[in-house]
């Protein structure tokens, strides 16, 4: 033993294991890395192995010194000179240790374990190779499917369908794909269907350098699709993730159903996607298709109530049928879902859509529930995820609807409405770096959506330039001439830059009351809004506007009169609207010394120190604080808010006809005021070769 020692043997053997065994495993990363032949690995393991044994016979007969290579027995009696190398070995196993405990730290780090643990995957729409290219809706419904067949298992990241599908009949590179989703794996395809046979080519891609990990051909009778989507999506957690399964075949099985339903859903599906009423109406004809054939099918039950809802008048909604209608029908299709399978993550979704739709405020919080559960059903379902944030921020709660937008878009970055209810709050906190960000990435996503255009818009609109607005908004219009939301702010454009004399589609009349009493015809104006809410007294949005009109007409006795009648008490009143409208009760009631007239001004004060305490920064708060600041006897404090206002860029013109300015219609502040928004507005004006306008009178 002292003889092995002496020639530093175990020094040797210690350095060998450790050195070999770091090579062992930088050779096990690059190899898959660099997509080497497996027979590379074992290559190195024996010659590892192998060289062991070479190693230490060299070690007992040779030493390494400063004067090179000598053999061992050239060395007796030099013992200072052996300690001296030994030392160096010593140092060399040390430092060797060293960079195996990090590499075992590095490659056991939490960051690491989640990168293993959590690959992530693009769903593209599949291609349609029909011979009449006529089954687009099919070949996307598969992709949709296959995408929500893979979304339910939680260790694997999926992009959304709408960032996914925006990809669709573009050349984009793969690499910049998956870097603009953040995504490592995309799975693309295509379908032919021809007669009762089909099609389908799947195949798995790293979206690094394009290598192809697996790919399948599945020829089947059109009857067996359902099989063949499980089947395509197994492989697939196979590949990635293999200890997912275990022994199990496959991971979640596809609804079954007849396929000639399944085909008229999948059709539905398609139509309903672009958001707007002629796309729900179309998928409520197939649906309804659909469910003459199977009747207890229980997605086209539930999808069917909520496009339903979608095609209201309501907010939020996109048509033009009565809300209370639409309440009416959507329940008897949604409840039928819930009955037949009360587990199901659309029925609870439905469910819950059909409880925010709801006019009544407590039936809206109970929503809640319904969308977590819909959520623990489905974890990835980006559409509840974003109408759960749109409740918290209804219920006031927005840093937690933040973080259910910001949770959407993390998946699906090109989703509508989490950047259309992110992008409000922002503007509201007057956030316009992070506004931007949003803004940008979503038209790089969706180049060819108005949506972020009309964004651009309202914030040139928060900052004084209306003839920009003006000219974003047509663009937009350009893109999106169904746009119902986007029409009816073009038209306040023009009533923001003094254009009041404008054709009103029928389902935007409601501007109608306003263009009219800015133009001073303010019995044109009360007639139309009576005749308005007469034809539908218990919708909330009429009732807002009759009032409204009532309020800028100065027709106070009335006025109240409809608050009696109608509410009858401030509590009522906060029972029926999510944001009740309190400053447009509060001066008639007080005119009219209601005991509930100092209840609003309360109620108002209140609100808005929620706000500003939710971090909410805008104009249109700055203008409702100065209204309650006059109700509170402090209009200097007001005109200073107004004049705030002013300078941040709002060229409201409702300043000039609101009868809560009044009081400070005879303060020099206020005159100047008044000719400072005339030459803004006109400035306005002649960017669009409008002539000058004088401001409206008050009523």
């Given at each position: 033993m002292s003889e092995f020692r002496r020639r530093n043997m175990f020094r040797v053997a210690g350095m060998y294991a450790v050195v070999g065994w770091l090579i062992l495993q930088v050779i096990a990363v690059l190899t898959p890395a660099l997509h080497l032949p497996d027979w590379v690995d074992t290559f190195f393991a024996v010659a590892i192995i192998g060289g062991f044994p070479l190693a230490l016979l060299l070690a007992w007969a040779f030493e390494i010194t400063p004067?090179?290579?000598?053999?061992?027995?050239?060395?007796?009696?030099?013992?200072?000179?052996?300690?001296?190398?030994?030392?160096?070995?010593?140092?060399?196993?040390?430092?060797?240790?060293v960079a195996v405990a990090g590499l075992i730290i590095f490659t056991r780090s939490p960051d690491r374990a989640n990168a293993n643990l959590e690959p992530s995957i693009a769903v593209m729409a599949f291609a349609d190779l029909s011979v009449e290219q006529n089954q687009e809706y099919f070949s996307d419904g598969i992709s949709e499917e296959l995408l929500n067949q893979l979304a339910q298992v939680p260790e694997l990241?999926?992009?959304?369908?709408?960032?996914?599908?925006?990809?669709?009949?573009?050349?984009?590179?793969?690499?910049?794909?998956?870097q603009i989703l953040e995504v490592d794996h995309i799975l693309e395809g295509s379908v032919r269907k021809s007669g009762d046979r089909i099609r389908v080519t799947a195949q798995l891609i790293k979206t690094e350098d394009g290598f192809h990990l697996w790919s399948e051909n599945y020829d089947r009778k059109l009857d067996d699709i359902f099989a063949v989507q499980d089947e395509i999506s197994t492989a697939i957690i196979k590949e990635l993730m293999p200890r997912i399964l275990g022994d199990k075949e496959e991971v979640a099985q596809a609804k079954r159903t007849d396929v000639g339903a399944y085909e008229l859903y999948l059709s539905a599906q398609k139509k309903a996607s672009l958001g707007s009423f002629g796309g729900y109406a179309a998928a409520t004809k197939d649906l309804d298709k659909a469910l003459d054939i199977d009747a207890d099918y229980v997605p086209a039950l539930a999808w069917r109530g909520y496009y339903e809802l979608m095609m209201s008048d309501s907010p939020g909604a996109v048509g033009n049928i009565p809300a209370e209608e639409a309440l009416e029908n959507a329940k008897v299709w949604i409840d039928n879902a819930m009955s037949l399978d009360p587990t199901s993550a659309d029925a609870l979704f439905a469910k819950a859509g059909l409880f925010s739709f709801s006019f009544d405020k407590e039936d809206r919080r109970s929503a809640e529930t319904f969308y977590e559960l819909a959520l623990e059903?489905?974890?990835?379902?980006?559409?509840?995820?974003?109408?759960?944030?749109?409740?918290?921020?209804?219920?006031?709660?927005?840093?937690?609807?933040?973080?259910?937008?910001?949770?959407?878009?993390?998946?699906?970055?090109?989703?509508?409405?989490?950047?259309?209810?992110?992008?409000t709050i922002y503007r509201h906190r007057n956030e316009q770096e992070k506004a931007k960000a949003?803004?940008?990435?979503?038209?790089?996503?969706?180049?060819?959506?108005?949506?972020?255009?009309?964004?651009?818009?309202a914030f040139a609109r928060d900052s004084g330039a209306l003839a920009e607005t003006i000219d974003i908004r047509r663009r937009a219009i350009a893109l999106d001439p169904t746009n119902q939301r986007t029409q009816r702010d073009k038209f306040r454009d023009y009533l923001n830059i003094g254009e009041f004399d404008i054709d009103l589609p029928e389902n935007?009349?409601?501007?109608?009351?306003d263009a009219l009493l800015f133009q001073g015809l303010k019995a044109e104006a009360l007639e139309v809004a009576r005749t308005q809410v007469e034809a539908r007294p218990d919708f909330p949005g009429w009732q807002a506007a009759y009032a409204s009109t009532l309020y800028l007409a100065g027709a106070f006795d009335e006025l109240v009169e409809y608050y009696?009648?109608?509410?009858?008490?401030?509590?009522?009143?906060q029972r029926a609207f999510n944001r009740p409208p309190y400053l447009t009760f509060a001066l008639p009631l007080i005119a009219?010394?209601?005991?509930?007239?100092?209840?609003?001004?309360?109620?108002?004060?209140?609100?808005?120190?929620?706000?500003?305490?939710?971090?909410?920064?805008?104009?249109?708060?700055?203008?409702?604080?100065?209204?309650?600041?006059?109700?509170e006897g402090k209009n200097e404090e007001a005109m200073s808010m107004v004049e705030s206002a002013f300078f941040k860029g709002t060229r409201d013109l409702y300043m000039v006809i609101d009868p809560g300015y009044a009081p400070l219609y005879e303060m020099p502040r206020y005159q100047a005021f008044k000719q400072k928004l005339t030459e803004a507005i006109n400035l306005e004006r002649a960017k669009i070769n409008l002539p000058p306008m004088e401001l409206p009178k008050p009523l």
């Open positions: 004067e090179g290579v000598k053999r061992t027995e050239s060395l007796e009696g030099e013992q200072a000179m052996r300690d001296k190398v030994g030392r160096r070995l010593d140092i060399g196993i040390l430092v060797s240790l990241s999926v992009a959304g369908r709408t960032s996914s599908f925006s990809f669709k009949g573009k050349e984009t590179d793969l690499k910049e794909i998956g059903a489905r974890p990835t379902f980006p559409l509840a995820r974003n109408d759960l944030g749109y409740l918290y921020s209804e219920l006031g709660r927005i840093d937690e609807a933040v973080e259910q937008y910001k949770l959407v878009l993390s998946h699906d970055p090109g989703h509508s409405d989490a950047n259309n209810n992110l992008l949003l803004i940008d990435r979503w038209k790089q996503i969706s180049p060819e959506n108005g949506t972020p255009l009309g964004y651009e818009a935007l009349n409601y501007l109608q009351d009696d009648s109608t509410w009858g008490s401030l509590e009522n009143l009219a010394d209601h005991p509930d007239g100092k209840r609003m001004v309360d109620a108002t004060r209140l609100r808005v120190n929620q706000e500003r305490g939710w971090g909410r920064d805008n104009v249109g708060l700055d203008l409702r604080e100065a209204k309650l600041l006059i109700l």
